[in-house]
């Protein structure tokens, strides 16, 4: 059954729903997705061709029990070899993939597992995506911190212990300007270790300005990497380019970052497919840049703010399971991110399995850790982006860890 | 045997074996540290340099020699950085060179690991690079200072073994400095025929940090190596590489 994503608030002008429902209904109202905006960079790169070309001939049907056992035989995993994991052929060997799986993190790994959180600094959006709680037509709570409330909200969370922080804006360049994320930047130098980011897709320049300001690791989710279905979900805005936005991974490490992050939101399309084409993604990229570190994450849909109804489809634990155990086989190298849009349960299992690198002490909204880390609400606080499932306090996952047996990491990172 | 010293920039260590630290639970460094009797002990810089309460410097027993490592490095000039950082964080004057331009494989660059070694010997730091094991590269880092030579023996974290054995006995060979077998080891058999072919030293983690008991398995290493290290000062008996050997002498038929 298909998610039901159009929800209309109360609050929107006659014109303005006007415009949302002709944006919902009719496609020739829409701007052509494939086609750059004026002042987005382009590239030339081949990474996208190759990944793209996968994709569309996958047919997981055709895979059987016995591709899937010769991938597991298989000492080195093969693209094909992933194709016959992430198949549907391979449900039934989901223990066999996870032991497999495990090897392989122990190799690469140890038993170390990382933590770090995030801090939404702003959640004013430009676009409308349809499944996103900052959609620009989502009656929300909008917020930007200033500069004082972003250094205090940092000192708070590195107060708790934190060392990694991944900073998140909603995608507006007019409302958050790569200035003020650039200042944002310099002021989490000063708190934390590793600074990353995941915000709207730059140039290269403006990635080499942002990892002078002190960035080091930058995260793009494609969402989805059907073209078509990305053209329905993506209606309005610079975030509805397809292609700038692939390409946003191969600009951050022209432009001097050390590493990237990927990620379809498993639940918009075809996961399986989507899957496929998160890990050619860094296979291509990782051929072409030997030297970056890359990331994988899994998020599945999540219910947000006006629409509880959001959910992740045909993606159950058993399927995103899979999917992990298939990344790792295939990528051994790759660090694995499993978000709090997971349970504890779930996260306490799949990080003895596959994944690398957990996010504690986690808000979606803007502004609100005094309240969420301390209990005092001393200041106006922008909305949530969404629900999150394991509400951990970094205290209570890094003990966690520990217990199963595993060794937490808080930092693994010196900016050189 | 008692007099047989692996001799590392003028220091002395009774043990060959160097345990590597970036997999483990820290509680149970300690206790490999002592069943493994390892004097050296390798850090990274990048996970050292930490405010986390639990400090992986707070499990490494006050007499064990801290060897940290410069892993992170893409190039000699970040190498260098992480070195002298090291040094101002107290981890004394030994440091591993470990630079890596490819993050899959984890494979070192010889080519920048000389050019690191040189700087580093200079300022007056032990410098044992991690290297691919290539004679004219070894030989370079030599020139450069080293106080050793660390060939890997396979890709790191395979537990393979000796894979690149030919040319770890090139390096033996023909290389003055002590060779330290270091990256793919995995069990303590494959540490046992290093040692016998003349290798100084063994450096092993994965292969410790992924076994079911950890104390035991350090425990093993620490008998192979001290086996190896026996068997290769007593001097091999004949092995016969190709076919038998000839019952009548080849040669038999020379007069005088």
């Known amino acids: 059954m298909e998610n039901q994503f159009f929800v209309d608030s109360s609050r929107l002008s006659k014109k ?40 569309k001939s996958y047919d997981y049907t055709k895979y059987t029990v016995r591709d899937v056992r010769a991938a597991l035989d298989h000492e080195t995993c093969s693209i094909n070899d992933f194709k ?55 009656d929300i709570r909008r917020m930007k911190l200033s500069t004082e409330q972003i250094e205090r909200e940092m000192k708070i969370i590195a107060d708790s212990g934190m060392e990694e922080i991944l900073i998140l804006t909603g995608e507006s360049r007019a409302q958050s300007s790569v200035e003020y994320i650039g200042e944002a930047c310099k002021i989490a130098r000063k708190y934390f270790r590793m600074v990353g980011i995941e915000i709207y897709p730059v140039n290269t320049d403006e990635y080499r300005y942002l990892h ?69 993604h860094v296979y291509y990229l990782q051929r072409k840049y030997p030297h970056a570190e890359m990331s994988l994450s899994c998020p599945r849909l999540r219910p947000i703010i006006n629409n509880d109804k959001i959910n992740p489809l045909d993606v159950h634990e058993r399927q995103l399971c899979q999917v992990l155990c298939a990344y790792r086989i295939f990528l051994p190298f790759v660090g694995i991110t499993v978000s709090s849009r997971e349970s504890a349960s779930f996260r306490n299992g799949i990080v003895k399995i596959a994944a690398t690198k957990v996010s504690a002490g986690v808000s979606t909204g803007v502004g609100d850790h005094e309240e969420k880390y301390d209990g005092r609400a ?38 050189v | 045997m008692d007099n047989d010293k692996l001799i590392l920039g003028g220091h002395e260590f009774t043990s060959r074996f160097i345990l590597g630290s970036g997999k483990y639970s820290l509680k149970l460094i300690e206790a490999a ?59 004394g004057n030994f440091v591993k060179v470990e630079i890596m331009r490819d993050t899959k494989y984890l494979l070192p660059d010889n080519v920048e690991t000389i050019k690191a070694t040189e700087i580093l010997a200079k300022e007056g730091f032990v410098v044992m690079p991690y290297m691919y094991p290539d004679l004219n590269s070894a030989r370079d880092l030599v020139n450069a200072g080293a106080a050793c030579v660390m060939p890997l023996a396979a890709p790191i974290g395979t537990n393979k073994g000796l894979a690149t054995k030919d040319f770890i006995q090139i390096l033996i060979d023909e290389i003055d400095l002590p060779i330290i077998v270091d ?74």
């Open chain 1, 212 to 280: 002078e300001c002190g960035v080091d690791y930058v995260t793009v989710f494609q969402e989805t990497y059907d073209t078509d279905k990305y053209e329905k979900l993506h209606l309005l805005g610079h975030k509805r380019v397809w292609p700038y936005r692939f390409d946003a991974q191969e600009r951050a490490l022209m432009g001097g970052m050390r590493g990237v992050a990927f990620s379809a939101l498993l639940g918009l399309s075809d996961f399986r497919k989507d899957a496929l084409a998160s890990a050619l």
């Open chain 1, 84 to 138: 016959a994991l992430l198949s549907p052929a391979a449900e039934p060997f989901l223990e066999k993939m996870a032991e497999r799986a495990r090897l392989e993190t122990g190799k690469h790994f140890g038993n170390t597992v990382y933590i770090f959180t995030p801090i939404y600094i702003a959640n004013y959006c430009e676009n409308y995506c349809v499944y996103c709680g900052f959609n620009c037509y989502n």
């Open chain 2, 33 to 91: 540290v002592k069943d493994a009797g390892a004097e050296i002990i390798t850090l990274a810089v990048r996970r050292a340099n930490t405010k986390e309460q639990e400090n992986i410097l707070d499990y490494i027993p006050k007499n064990v020699t801290l060897l940290p490592n410069t892993s992170g490095a893409r190039n000699a000039e970040e190498a260098v950085r992480i070195a002298r950082l090291a040094r101002e964080l107290g981890c």
């Open chain 1, 378 to 415: 001393s200041q106006e606080q922008g909305d949530e982006q969404f629900e999150i499932a394991d509400g951990r306090t970094l205290r209570k996952m890094y003990s966690d860890i520990s217990e199963e047996g595993l060794q937490p990491v808080l930092n693994d990172y010196l900016y």
């Open chain 1, 16 to 55: 303005a729903l006007e415009r949302k429902h002709k944006l919902e209904t009719d496609p020739s109202s829409r701007t052509n997705h494939m086609e750059y905006m004026d002042g987005m960079e382009i590239i030339n790169s081949d990474v996208c061709d190759n990944v793209m070309s996968h994709m």
């Open chain 2, 183 to 256: 990256a793919g080891i995995g069990k303590p058999s494959q540490a046992c025929e290093a040692m016998e072919m003349g290798a100084a030293a063994i450096m092993a983690n994965t292969a410790i940090a992924t076994a079911g008991d950890l104390p035991l398995m350090a425990s093993a290493f620490k008998s192979a190596i001290e086996a190896g290290r026996k068997a290769y000062l007593s001097g091999l008996g004949r092995v016969l590489s190709r076919g038998a050997a000839a019952s009548d002498p080849l040669t038999g038929f020379l007069r005088d």
